[in-house]
């Protein structure tokens, strides 16, 4: 009986794990089939939210093709450093500017100026004695031939008659807002107050130029002269239209 009954239950092992390996068949295809449909693992931010893996963050911004343009332009002229894009020089060429080498500190200013400025900034320029002496009436690109002409221009020109400044510098304003860029700034350069046609302007001078800057593009000045007068034209003249003094002796 011993021996039927051994006999018995290793016929019956033998049956039982004949069933059970297709059961772990299918249950091993059933987990199978569990992760091949589980949704993908996404990141987790702070705030327990999702977002997909290697996406770059913002997405497709375009703040990056901001970053190509071009910075203002920094100009050192007679000492001190001018930031813009376009800019318009109105220059004294009075006979008091042939007094101690002004107008050849001028000249080398300007030109030294005017070769710095990249190709994407705009310039121009005009003399003024008792008569305007333009450069080509234009506030245009910086191109290296306008300014080698530039340069050539303001060599030329010697020093003679009075000082007509007014009408140059608002001419110069109109000028200068050719240009379609925006960072403006119009740098006049003189050694003396207005005088024009046996007058001293100060005044009139200061207020018609006032009310032709109607957008206040700044106005900078540069005084290398040596008269309390015409350092409190150009002190007054810079404080009113946003500019900056620049005392050159």
Known sequence: MTQNYTHHKNRSTKQGDSLTEPRMKSLAMLLLLLVAFYPQITDASADGSRRPLDLPAGGGSDRDDDSDDPLPDNVLFFGQSFDGDAFFWVLDVSGSMASGGRIDTLKD???G??????????FGAIAFSSNMIPFDMRCDEASPTRKAAAANWILQIQPHGATCLAPAVIEGLG???????????????????PFCGGFAESEIAHWNILAANWD????DTVFTGGDEAGLDFFQGLSNANQGRLTISQ
């Open 216 to 219: 206040r593009i700044p106005i």
């Open 109 to 111: 200013e300007f030109i």
């Open 175 to 193: 000028t200068l807002r050719q240009s379609d860029h925006d960072d403006r700034r119009l740098i006049l350069v003189g050694d003396g107050a």
């Open 113 to 122: 100026a005017v070769n710095s400025l990249s190709s994407h900034s705009d």
